[in-house]
């Protein structure tokens, strides 16, 4: 069993930065993808970032230039730096990471608990 812990998520302003941190522990054999996903009230999940394990970003329109994603495979952690944040952004941010449990098995995915982001004056 793989746990994915969060920390970062708090209050700002529109115009302000957080940073958010996810560090994966437990039976990890692999972990190749690592992202962040978010849901506002009302709204379905969405793709905000991913990463994977050599690098290669992937961001959501309506954050790119503002967000960067990050990670260090050693630590199996992975950061999300948000700068310039918008009312919009407001959501519960959850972080993800894909694993599995053998070089010939199906990766699978592995969802932390959700930490709340709200951008507000």
């Known amino acids: 069993q793989v746990q994915l812990v969060e920390s970062g998520g708090g209050l700002v302003q529109p115009g302000g930065s957080l940073r958010l941190s996810c560090t994966a522990s437990?039976?990890?054999?692999?972990?190749?993808?690592m992202g962040w996903y978010r849901q506002a009230p009302g709204k379905e999940r969405e793709l905000v970032a991913v990463?994977?394990?050599?690098?290669?970003?992937t961001y959501a329109s309506g954050v790119q230039g503002r967000f960067t994603i990050s990670r260090d495979n050693a630590k199996n952690t992975v950061s999300l730096q948000m700068n310039s944040l918008k009312t919009e952004d407001t959501a519960v941010y959850y972080c993800?990471?894909?694993?599995?449990?053998?070089?010939?098995?199906?990766?699978?995915?592995?969802w932390g608990q959700g930490t709340q982001v709200t951008v507000s004056s």
């Open positions: 990463i994977s394990s050599g690098g290669s970003t």
């Open positions: 993800n990471a894909r694993d599995r449990v053998s070089w010939w098995s199906q990766e699978y995915d592995i």
């Open positions: 437990g039976s990890i054999f692999s972990i190749n993808a």
